[in-house]
C-alpha cells in the first residue's frame, strides 16, 4: 500500500547549526502534510504543515520544503537547540481526507 | 488551555481481560481520533469520528476493537478478551475542524500505554 518513509533513522548535529530531515512519500494523491516532533513520554507534537499547492512553508527556525516531482518532503531546522532533540515525524493526509499516514521517524539529538 | 488528556495513563491486565482506554479531546473540537503506536514508529490510525458519528473504524484490527463517542465530546476505544499482541501505545488526537475542513492539525494526548500479560 502507500507509505511514508523517512530516510535517515537518526541525525546527530552540534547546537547551533542547521538541521536537515528528510522525509519520502508515495502517494501522490497526498494533498496536505505535516511535521511532528515527539519527545520522550509525550504524545506528537504539531510542528509546522503545508499544503500541496506549496513548496516551501515557514515557521519558527523551521522549514518544510515539499517536492512534488520526487514526493520528497523536509524539515529544516534553523540554529539547533538542545530542546529540538526528539523523534521528528512526517506524515500524510490520506485518500479519506482525515486520516494522517506517519513515517516511522527520525531521532535528533543535539549536541553541546 | 487544557490538551487532549487520556486515562488511564498506563494498564496492565492480564490475556482474556476486556480493558476501556478513555479520551478526553480539547473542548469544541469537532474531531476526534484513535492511534496506535508501537515503540520507534508514528502512530497508526485506528478510527475516526465527527461529532458523535463513527465516519471511519478501518483500521481498528479486528472486531475485538470497539469505539465509541455517544456526546460527541468524550470518547473510549473498548479491546474485548485482550491478547498480548494488542500490547501499544494508544494515543488519541482531536482537532478543531470537521470533513470538510482544510487543515487536519491534530493535537495528540500523552497516551496510555497497554501491557498485556
Known amino acids: 500500500g502507500e507509505s511514508v518513509g523517512l530516510h535517515l533513522p537518526t541525525l546527530s548535529v552540534q547546537e547551533g547549526d542547521n538541521s536537515i530531515i528528510n522525509c519520502a512519500y508515495s502517494n501522490s494523491a497526498s494533498d496536505y502534510f505535516i511535521w511532528y516532533k515527539q519527545e520522550s513520554g509525550k504524545g506528537p507534537q504539531f510542528i509546522i504543515d503545508i499544503r500541496s499547492n506549496m513548496d516551501k512553508r515557514q515557521g519558527q527556525r523551521v522549514t518544510v520544503l515539499l517536492n512534488k516531482t520526487v514526493k520528497h518532503l523536509s524539515l529544516q531546522i534553523a540554529a539547533t537547540q538542545p530542546g529540538d532533540s526528539a523523534v521528528y515525524f512526517c506524515a500524510e493526509r490520506d485518500n479519506s481526507g482525515y486520516a494522517l499516514n506517519f513515517g516511522k521517524g527520525t531521532s535528533l539529538l543535539v549536541t553541546p | 488551555g487544557a490538551g487532549v488528556s487520556q486515562s488511564p495513563r498506563y494498564k496492565v491486565t492480564k490475556r482474556g481481560q476486556d480493558v476501556a482506554l478513555r479520551c478526553d479531546p480539547i473542548?469544541?473540537?469537532?474531531?476526534l481520533y484513535w492511534y496506535r503506536q508501537a515503540l520507534g514508529q508514528g502512530p497508526e490510525f485506528l478510527t475516526y469520528f465527527n461529532y458523535e458519528a463513527q465516519q471511519d473504524k478501518s483500521g481498528l484490527p479486528n472486531d475485538r476493537f470497539s469505539a465509541e463517542r455517544p456526546e460527541g465530546s468524550i470518547s473510549t476505544l473498548t479491546i474485548q478478551r485482550t491478547e498480548q499482541r494488542d500490547s501499544a501505545m494508544y494515543r488519541c488526537a482531536s482537532s478543531s475542524q470537521g470533513l470538510a475542513g482544510g487543515g487536519n492539525e491534530q493535537f495528540f494526548g500523552p497516551g496510555t500505554r497497554l501491557t498485556v500479560l
Open positions: 473542548s469544541g473540537h469537532v474531531s
